[in-house]
């Protein structure tokens, strides 16, 4: 197809052949901007094509500037020693244009370098602003430019997990608050419209339900403190061993009625750590609340305590149905759960962020049909 009379011809006086590398779907001779110049990826427009041509200036201005100093200098130096004027100032301005030369194409060869790595820096920074954060720079250029390409790299991809985490917790957070409010609604429907009668047996659901939103609740103020850093602890003496059978007993009612036996092993001497009670009593109870539902009617639900020098530890044993191999190694993340779980997958989560706060460590150890044994220890005293 032709775009006019001066494609391929001379077609005339004063026509300009059309160069064989002119894109062939631009018209010839151009009108308006070259279309390497108009709206695209990496293309300079608007606010940016305004500034393109000062800061251009701005920049060989700088570059000037170590030119112009270095010329100083080296006349300077050859004024000084008698060079810079009469019959031998001729090879002392051959000099002088040699260096003056060479420090020009030193300039120019880092300006060369150093300018792309820096242009895909701040093209990447704005998409990173953008909300694009799976942008990332290439290493290369000089070392402190490397340096920086690999650190907004690091950033990027921390930003780009954070947020694949961030949109997954809010799923599984919606997915966990559905379950409860639908029993809710249902009931509550069902009393109103006359269907079920407000007796106990159809309220007993709703408060059921509006327990497991409170736990949620509590759960996720939890996770939030850690992630905030602002989880304080009121640490003061803890009797372990006192801490464990309270909490126990708080649990034997519902064990009673699932047909699971509770009982402890504690020291007959009093094992005292410096922690916070109430933190202490809940990673306990939600390692026995955890056991409970994996353990089936006719089993046994044991905690133990074990004191040595510098720590305390608590076991928690169970003869349940024990945790899938492939599941082990994530039963500490949150809104991990087995197959069958009704959990909310925050509690053994929130038993790691716990016991860390104390500045201690915890593990488990389990395999299919032969039950979960979970250790927990303790440093006597907290560091501070």
Not at 66 to 94: K, Y
Not at 163 to 174: G, H, K, T, Y
Not at 241 to 262: I, K, P, S
């Amino acid at each position: 197809m032709s775009t006019g009379p001066s494609r391929n011809s001379g077609g005339g006086h004063g026509r300009i052949r059309r160069p064989p590398w002119w894109p062939e779907d631009a018209p010839w001779p151009p009108r308006g901007r070259p279309p390497w110049e108009r709206a695209g990826e990496g293309g300079w427009r608007g606010p940016r094509a305004a500034f393109a041509l000062p800061c251009g200036c701005l920049f060989g201005c700088a570059l000037l500037v170590p030119l112009a100093v270095t010329a100083l200098l080296v006349w300077l130096v050859l004024a000084a020693f008698g060079l810079a004027g009469g019959p031998a100032s001729r090879p002392a301005l051959a000099l002088f244009i040699a260096v003056l030369a060479l420090v020009l194409v030193i300039v120019v060869l880092g300006y060369r370098r150093g300018a792309p790595p820096v242009r895909a820096l701040a093209d990447a920074a704005r998409r990173v602003e953008a909300g694009d954060y799976s942008a990332r720079v290439p290493v290369r250029g000089p070392r402190q430019v490397r340096s920086l390409a690999r650190a907004f790299n690091q950033m990027s991809a921390r930003l780009e997990a954070e947020e694949v985490r961030r949109q997954s917790v809010l799923a599984d957070i919606a997915h966990e608050l559905r379950t409860p409010l639908t029993v809710i609604r249902s009931q509550a429907e069902a009393i109103a419209d006359g269907v079920n009668p407000a007796d106990e047996e159809h309220i007993a659901p709703i408060v059921a339900a509006t327990h497991t939103l409170e736990e949620l609740a509590e759960d996720l103020r939890t996770l939030t403190l850690v992630d905030a850093g602002g989880l304080r602890l009121e640490r003061e003496p803890v009797d372990v061993g006192v801490l464990v059978n309270e909490t126990l007993d708080a649990f034997r009612a519902e064990a009673g009625g699932a047909g699971v036996r509770l009982s402890s092993r504690v020291p007959p001497d009093a094992v005292v750590i410096d922690a916070d009670p109430a933190r202490l009593r809940r990673v306990v109870g939600n390692l026995i609340s955890n056991s409970l539902a994996h353990t089936a009617r006719g089993g046994s639900i044991t905690v133990e305590v074990s004191a040595a020098d510098r720590e305390v530890r608590i076991t928690v044993r169970d003869d349940g149905e024990g945790i899938p191999e492939e599941l082990l190694p994530r039963i500490w993340d949150r809104f991990v759960k087995g197959p069958g779980s009704s959990g909310s997958g925050l509690g053994l989560a929130i038993v790691r962020d716990l016991v860390e706060a104390h500045g201690g460590t915890v593990s488990a150890q389990s395999a299919p049909g032969q039950g979960t044994s979970v250790l927990v220890s303790l440093p006597r005293h907290f560091p501070r």
